[in-house]
Structure formats: structure tokens, C-alpha cells
Nanobody, 126 residues
């Protein structure tokens, strides 16, 4: 059965950058819209960014807009989250998720994403 796997997390200083990757096996990501979510300790999982199947539409949470960029390379079956100007409040486990279609009125809803990775830890600290 296909799955998605995140990578690229780690420890970074405030103001630094990281690029997360989400790769798929046994499944073509080009058939899916993709999203990134995150969950900080003691908090609920929250939407970060989403991209449509062909990459034509992207959506971002207000808290990361202008600092994070979601992109995809369907030829490599991989989705990316470039994170710049990282802040301590960006510390969380970041999850990649897939859903069949993306709509402008519900892209942020985690319950509509069918497939989830195990997550990758991002820690922003000096």
C-alpha cells in the first residue's frame, strides 16, 4: 500500500531555513492535492500550506505567509515545503498529507486529507 514519508526536519536557529520533503511510494502524487500540517506540543494540529495536483493553486496559513513556500515536482513524486525566516513558534512536528481534490473553501480541513505521513520534527532554537 502506498504511503507518504516526510524528511528534512531538524534543529535550526531563529532566522534560519529548512526544506521539508514529502515523497511517496506505491502512489503517484500527481493524482493528489497535497498539504502540510503541523502540531506543536500541547496544541492541536494546524494547517500550514496546500498545493493542488498540478501545482496551479497554493494556499497558506496567515502565520507563515511570506516565509514558507509549498511546491511540488510530480516527475520526482515529491512535494516540498521551503521554510525561511524561521521562528521559535514554528517548532512542531510537520506532517505531509494527500487528498484527491483541493477546493478553495476547505483546503485547511485536515479531516479531508486521506493519507498522512509519520511526521518530521522541526525545532527552532538558539
Amino acid at each position: 500500500q502506498g504511503q507518504v514519508v516526510e524528511s528534512g526536519g531538524g534543529l535550526v536557529q531563529p532566522g534560519g531555513s529548512l526544506r521539508l520533503s514529502c515523497a511517496a511510494s506505491g502512489r503517484s502524487l500527481s493524482n493528489y492535492a497535497m498539504g502540510w500540517f503541523r502540531q506543536a506540543p500541547g496544541k492541536e494540529r494546524e494547517f500550514v500550506a496546500a498545493v493542488s495536483g498540478r501545482g496551479r493553486s497554493t494556499y497558506y496559513a496567515d502565520s507563515i505567509k511570506g516565509r514558507f513556500t509549498i511546491s511540488r515536482d510530480n516527475a520526482k513524486n515529491t512535494v516540498y515545503l521551503q521554510m525561511n525566516s524561521l521562528k521559535s513558534e514554528d517548532t512542531a512536528i510537520y506532517y505531509c498529507a494527500a487528498r484527491p481534490s483541493l477546493y478553495s473553501n476547505d483546503y485547511y480541513r485536515s479531516d479531508l486529507y486521506n493519507y498522512w505521513g509519520q511526521g518530521t520534527q522541526v525545532t527552532v532554537s538558539s
